[in-house]
Every structure is written in C-alpha cells, then in structure tokens.
C-alpha cells in the first residue's frame, strides 16, 4: 500500500492497483520511472529504470563487472547523449568491459551537442598494481572512442586500460568530418594505461584539444606506435 489523503486532507493507506511483488513497473507511474522523450526519439528501451537518463547502467546490466560486455549499454548511452546533449556516467557497477568500438562520431549535417563521458570520481584513481582494476578494460581492435565530427566532446575522470591480446588501434580518435568545422576535445582527469597498435591519441586536424591533469602510456612493442599522433594528412588513413 501507499499513502494518500481523502477530501478532508486525512492521512489512508490505500492499495496499490495490482497485486504481487514490487517492481519497477508497477511503481513507474509514482516515481517517474520512464523513458525520457531523447531516448523515445532514437529508440532506446531502458533496461534499469533506477538508474537517470544517461548512466551507463541504465542501458545494460553488468552481470559479471569487468567480463560482461558493456560496450552495447555504453554506445545507448552515448546515442541519448547525442540526441539531446546530456551527461554520460559510469562507475556504479565498476569495473566495465568495452570489448567494441564506440561511436562518438557527429553525422555532416547533423546537430551537434556538446557531451560529456565522466566516470565516477571514486573511479578516476589510477595504478596498474594488482589486484586493482581500472573501471575501462578494452577489449577489441579498432578505435576505442570516435569522435570524428563532434565539435565539443568532453572526457572527464576517466581510468583506462586495455586487455593483454586483444587492444584497439587508438584510445581516442580526434577528427574533423568532411563539414570542415572545428573540432575541440576537453580531457579532465583522464589516465590511459595500455597497449594501443598506432596511437593512444590519434589527431588528424582536430583543433585546440585541452588536457588537464592527464597521464597517457602506450604500452605497445609495435615500432610504430604512438602516445600521441597530430597529423593534417591522415597518415594512418583512418
């Protein structure tokens, strides 16, 4: 039962409309536990209605953290937050498996919203000593976040590092689209550990990124690799 008030303003209990155990269903209507109107435009279907418009857990469970795949969950909620310009979150499930690239990326054409990927600041230490785990593992072969055509995108409290066999070719992919327009990335707080085939950050005339409080190791044996490649000529041909 739930508390409510007859005409007098008197205090009752009065009875829920079904029976059973309670669930995020049934309590939905009280709580405002629905999908926001950016998610119904795109057609996100939220898989834990507890969790606000945006964090990561809203979109996907993290059964086992660190070996279910998260990377599905992460990319609902970076599409939400292309479509209206909010705030993607992590970190109350930690750690996060990413075992597939992550789409960033801002359509020509396309309205750009600036966004932002902030992990909880509990989760923004970093040490590669056993057994902590950074909240992102990565765990594939291509760019890790795509950011080609997004003019304002945010990274912010971030603990990163990739898996010993299987790790991307960048963390993250800075570029401009064929718009031509600017692109400027923000780093806050971002700590990257681990092996990436070309560069950790790849550039290709991505203007006045801003780092702050960073701390970027590109850990791979490959010759050519990279920490960081600025390039106007697409030397890698991504």
Known sequence: KYLSFDANGNPQPAALTSSGAITTSLLAPFLNLAASPAENSIGVVPTNLQYPVGNVDRYGTNTTPGTTSMAGAFQKAINVAKACGIEVTYGDTAPYLIDAALDCTTAVGATNYTISIRGKAHNAAFSTNAPYRPPLTLKHTGHAFDTTG?????????????????????????????????????????????????????????????????????????????????????????
Do not use: W
């Not at 003019?151 to 992919?173: E, Y």
């Not at 990335?185 to 990436?196: C, K």
């Not at 920490?227 to 041909?237: A, L």
């Open 150 to 238: 997004n003019t304002g995108i945010n990274f912010q409290n971030m603990a990163i590092t990739c898996d010993a066999s299987t790790f991307p070719k960048t963390c993250f992919l800075l570029a401009r689209n064929t718009e031509g327009r600017s692109q400027i990335a923000r780093f806050d707080n971002v700590r990257v550990y681990g092996a990436f085939s070309d560069s950790l950050i790849y550039n290709y005339g991505s203007e006045d990124d801003v780092h702050v409080g960073c701390l970027y190791v590109n850990s791979s044996t490959a010759g050519a690799s990279k920490t960081i490649r600025h390039t106007s000529n697409n030397v890698s041909g991504f």
